[in-house]
């Protein structure tokens, strides 16, 4: 169990120490991030969603359809959660709110996913891991990007039709079209030629180790500070989540592996697109910066006694 965890564990944390690392020592700016944050959300993790869906088979998809689904309640359900205490307790405006909401309920499933799955329940669950980011893709990001664009429009150059115009930018967002992409292939049985195999591979490859680098990198630009805004945001993430997706899939009396892999993806701690979404709109994100850190900390202990814990779910 112990070789388990540390081979699960201390490569997510090697690599976020070196993106940690490299910020504070200036070896890289983490400040100015926009290029590092285009390559990751606009090339590298487009490619990898593609790539992992266009793959897969129909009859693979169907079975995934359970953890879709309780992936996506649960997410959703935090995500109002976090959103409603962000705007009615700590007063935040939408957008803010939108990204802190986003930190807490989509996991950092790109890039931990898929070696925490391998090593601790089957090499064969990455398609399981692609479900969860297309579940956060398709859903918690549009949502996301949906209150990011909550601004007014102005009578002499607002938009007509602000919401279309919304959901069309959503759309276009590559996080959202690549695996909406990839799936409507799969769904159509097109195979993908090897030759494109090869080429989303080699970019999609990339993924792990440069979103780490990056969540590490953006977390070290950040004063750390514990209050109990960012503990319980980090509690909410790291202990709640898992705890809700366990129970719905009593309730919903899934199999006992998917009930394993949706409570072990539950416990993920926190992702960093709700943070890229925000630098892209140019919003503050020393709230998330620390949420992210908190829960990548907090993560250690619940993690392990998650994986501790899996045998008997």
Same mark, same amino acid.
Request: glycine residues 6%; proline residues 7%; hydrophobic residues 60%.
């Given at each position: 169990?112990? @070789?388990?965890?540390? /081979? ?36 590298a993790?487009?490619?990898?969603? #593609?790539?992992?869906?266009a793959? &897969?088979?129909?009859?693979m998809?169907q ?19 976090? %959103?409603?205490?962000?705007? *009615?307790?700590?007063r935040?405006?939408?957008p ?20 925490? *799955? ?8 990455? /398609? +399981?891991? !692609? ?10 990001s549009?949502?996301t =990007?949906?209150l ?5 429009a102005?009578? +002499? ?23 909406l ?14 030759? /494109?195999?090869?080429? #989303?591979?080699l ?5 792990g180790?440069?979103? $780490?680098?990056?969540?590490g ?8 500070? =514990?209050?109990? @805004? ?10 709640? @989540?898992?705890?809700?997706?366990y ?6 009396a899934l ?5 394993? &892999?949706?409570?072990?993806? !539950?416990?993920i701690?926190?992702?960093?697109f709700?943070i890229l ?7 503050? %994100? ?10 990548t ?5 619940? =993690?392990?006694l998650t994986i +501790?814990l $899996?045998?008997?779910?």
């Amino acid at each position: 169990m112990l @070789h388990t965890i540390l /081979l699960s564990l201390l490569p997510m944390f090697f690599v976020l120490g070196l993106g940690f690392y490299a910020g504070k020592r200036r070896r890289v700016d983490n400040v100015h991030i926009e290029s590092l944050n285009s390559l990751l959300m606009r090339f590298a993790l487009p490619c990898s969603l #593609f790539l992992t869906t266009a793959t &897969a088979s129909l009859g693979m998809l169907q079975q995934q359809l359970p953890l879709f689904v309780l992936l996506v309640l649960s997410m959703l359900l935090l995500f109002g959660l976090s %959103y409603g205490l962000e705007r *009615l307790l700590w007063r935040q405006k939408p957008p803010l709110a939108a990204v802190q909401a986003c930190t807490v309920a989509l996991p950092n499933y790109a890039a931990v996913g898929i070696p925490l *799955l391998a090593t601790v329940i089957s090499p064969t669950e990455s /398609l +399981a891991v !692609a479900v969860a980011i297309i579940a956060g893709s398709v859903i918690i990001s549009p949502l996301t =990007l949906l209150l990011l664009q909550d601004k007014p429009a102005t009578a +002499a150059g607002g938009e007509r039709w602000p919401l279309l115009t919304a959901l069309v930018n959503i759309l276009r967002n590559p996080v959202v079209l690549a695996p909406l992409a990839g799936t409507l292939l799969a769904l159509l049985q097109w195979p993908l030629p090897d030759y /494109l195999r090869a080429a #989303f591979s080699l970019m999609g490859v990339a993924v792990g180790g440069l979103a $780490l680098f990056v969540t590490g990198l953006l977390v070290s630009a950040q004063p750390f500070r =514990l209050d109990w @805004h960012i503990l319980l945001s980090a509690v909410l993430k790291n202990v709640v @989540h898992p705890v809700l997706v366990y129970g719905l899939a009593l309730l919903l009396a899934l199999p006992h592996e998917v009930t394993q &892999a949706v409570v072990l993806l !539950a416990a993920i701690p926190s992702g960093f697109f709700g943070i890229l979404f925000g630098v892209n709109q140019r919003l503050p %994100y020393a709230l998330s910066g620390a949420t992210l850190l908190c829960s990548t900390i907090l993560g250690t202990p619940t =993690l392990m006694l998650t994986i +501790a814990l $899996l045998p008997a779910l």
